[in-house]
């Protein structure tokens, strides 16, 4: 759409906004631009669940499942973490959540080992909070965990079709089973289920739930009833065509209140991502299939542009140091 000249004359028509993106998928991370410029890009064969773009201009990027670098604009590694096996335990560990947190520390979530760690620029664990996990498995115990203001962890546990809130002690304070809605599951990527991939703390105290194959995104309040939706179905392209949602990943309030999400393996007649406003009016699409393709899980949007990219940038993680637990 971007080549053949249909999405600006949508947008033209419409009023779509414009956005810069970074995501990792066809094995790089890219930085693209409103326009559709590739700006910056950097190899990463894993595919990555989480990623994020730092004030300093640096990248936290998932290179491998137990792996995280930051790397800056120039591409120099300043800061690494890899996770091992705690004992007693000793199989796999994958990683599928990370934050860089406002002291300079580093959330990350370890599947495997069943905990969320915060780690300093040294490779000191400076916490460790416990995850209870019915059924582990090392590749689903956990999707996306992001740390609210109030210092609990919100935690999407896919494997169980859960999102649980636990405190600084690991004691569970809340938590939401998500549903099949009415429909029955079914399997492979572009079906049915319940496995939740991302969760956010909304100022309200609602949270805003990516259902991951549940196929749809819900606003959640403290009762556990479903105060608003997007189904599977119900969007519309901005010129009528029908859009359809399939594993739900990405979640970003923008400052203006309007909700952008990913749309994962949702096939090229559809969106990779999408915004759209509380009235559930599609206001901007990313229907870029050269610079990512149907497994974009961890797209960001970064408006605005980041810090000018010098090789003299510093990370608030610096000294370049390498850790492991």
């Known amino acids: 759409m971007e080549a053949d000249g249909t999405l600006p004359t949508l947008r033209a028509k419409y009023g779509f906004i414009e956005h810069r993106i970074i995501g990792q998928d066809k094995g790089r991370v890219v930085i693209r631009s409103s326009s559709g410029m590739i700006e910056w890009e950097v190899p990463c064969g894993h595919n990555a669940h989480d990623l994020a773009m730092l004030a300093n201009g640096n990248v936290l990027i998932h290179p491998a499942a137990n792996r995280i670098v930051e790397l800056t604009p120039m591409k120099e590694v300043v800061w690494q ?12 560990v994958e990683i599928h959540a990370f934050e860089r947190l406002a002291d300079g520390t580093t959330m990350i ?10 780690v300093d620029a040294k490779g000191t664990i400076m916490k460790s909070v416990p995850l209870t996990v019915e059924r ?7 999707r996306r ?18 999102v649980r ?45 990516a259902g991951g194959n549940n196929n749809r995104v819900m606003e959640v309040n403290k ?26 990943t990405t979640l970003q309030v923008m400052p203006n209140g309007n909700i952008l999400f990913g749309n994962t393996h949702a096939g090229k007649d559809n969106p990779q991502m999408i915004e759209v406003t509380r009235d559930k009016r599609v206001v901007w699409m990313l229907d870029d299939w050269n610079a ?5 899980c961890t797209g960001v949007c970064i408006d605005p542009k980041p810090p000018t990219q010098t090789s003299n940038q510093t990370s608030t993680q610096s000294p370049t140091r390498s850790a492991t637990n």
């Open 145 to 162: 965990v992001r740390k609210t203001d109030a210092g609990n962890y919100l935690v999407c546990h896919e494997g169980l079709g859960l």
């Open 165 to 209: 809130e636990y405190d600084s002690t690991g004691a569970i304070m809340w938590e939401y089973t998500i549903d099949l809605n009415k429909q029955p599951a079914t399997g492979g990527h572009d079906g049915h289920g319940t496995s939740v991939f991302n969760a956010v703390r909304l100022k309200n105290g609602n949270t805003l739930i």
């Open 292 to 296: 990512f393709g149907n497994d974009l």
């Open 109 to 118: 979530a370890e599947s495997g080992n069943l905990r969320i760690i915060e």
């Open 223 to 248: 009762a556990k009833e479903i105060v608003w939706s997007i189904e599977r179905d119900e969007l519309k392209r901005p010129d009528g065509r029908p859009i359809h949602l399939c594993w739900v």
């Open 81 to 92: 973490w890899e996770s091992k096996p705690v004992a007693p335990y000793t199989g796999a």
């Open 136 to 142: 582990p498995d090392a590749h689903r115990d956990t």
